[in-house]
């Protein structure tokens, strides 16, 4: 499974990015996770197979909407409203259990990540 996450770049606050993972192989849950320097990796939003299950981080929701389209095979993080506190390396996860989304150990195979700058 190889997974390539793509859409990072410098945005100023109050302003949007679309994250694409795409996914070779098939059909995973899917999660966001996102590090931020000195800090320890974090959920933010995770979402089943079928897309009939979400979660989504309290730091990030109202904000941030997960979504997939598995016929392209590919997991989007739509980020609106962006603040500083949101800059970091974001991460895509493939499970194949959606269970306990919310930590990293669930996950069985990780993109590479994109950076996320938000500046104030």
């Known amino acids: 499974v190889q997974l390539q996450a793509s859409g990072g770049g410098l945005v100023q606050a109050g302003g949007s990015l679309r994250l694409s993972c795409a996914a070779s192989?098939?059909?995973?849950?899917m999660g966001w996770f996102r590090q931020a320097p000195g800090k320890e990796r974090e959920f933010v939003a995770a979402i089943s197979s079928t897309g009939g299950s979400t979660h989504v981080a309290d730091s990030v929701k109202g904000r941030f909407t997960i979504s997939r389209d598995n016929s392209k095979n590919t997991l989007y993080l739509q980020m609106n409203s962006l603040i500083p506190e949101d800059t970091a390396i974001y991460y895509c996860?493939?499970?194949?259990?959606?269970?306990?989304?919310?930590?990293?150990?669930?996950?069985?195979?990780w993109g590479q990540g994109t950076q996320v700058t938000v500046s104030s």
């Open positions: 192989g098939r059909t995973f849950n």
């Open positions: 996860a493939a499970a194949q259990y959606y269970s306990y989304p919310l930590y990293s150990s669930r996950y069985d195979y």
